[in-house]
Nanobody
Framework: EVQLQASGGGSVRTGGSLRLSCLAS????????IGWFRQAPGMERELVSC????????SYSDSVRGRFTISSDNAKKTVYLQMNILKPEDTAVYYC?????????????????WGQGTQVTVSS
């Protein structure tokens, strides 16, 4: 069974930090790139960051660049999203998703597997 288990969400104050984890199982992890998305109430889903399985390159949205860091531990089949200097506008449900390598990571239609999401709430 394919699973992407996102965890690590919670409630923090502005300026705080959280580390999200995405544990993958049921598919060939090394053949897939991982993206972190978020969706706030009434807003469209947004790609926050992604990491390529082929070369390890990372990408960030303008809204989080410099504050968030994505990393991957292939041995543990886990991708992390370290979130620092959190702001109230970061409040959302965060999802991890997997796309087969070689596909454009900027398009969410290329992500074939999705996790259940973890809530991040940042209060001022």
């Amino acid at each position: 069974e394919v699973q992407l288990q996102a965890s690590g969400g919670g409630s923090v104050r502005t300026g705080g930090s959280l580390r999200l984890s995405c544990l993958a199982s049921g598919f060939t992890f090394d053949d897939h790139s991982i993206g972190w998305f978020r969706q706030a109430p009434g807003m469209e889903r947004e790609l926050v960051s992604c990491i390529s399985s082929s070369d390890g390159r990372t990408s960030y949205s303008d809204s989080v660049r410099g504050r968030f860091t994505i990393s991957s531990d292939n041995a543990k089949k886990t991708v992390y999203l370290q979130m620092n200097i959190l702001k109230p506008e970061d409040t959302a449900v965060y999802y991890c998703a997997a796309a087969y390598r070689g596909l454009a990571l900027s398009s969410d239609v290329n992500y074939r597997y999705w996790g259940q999401g973890t809530q991040v709430t940042v209060s001022s």
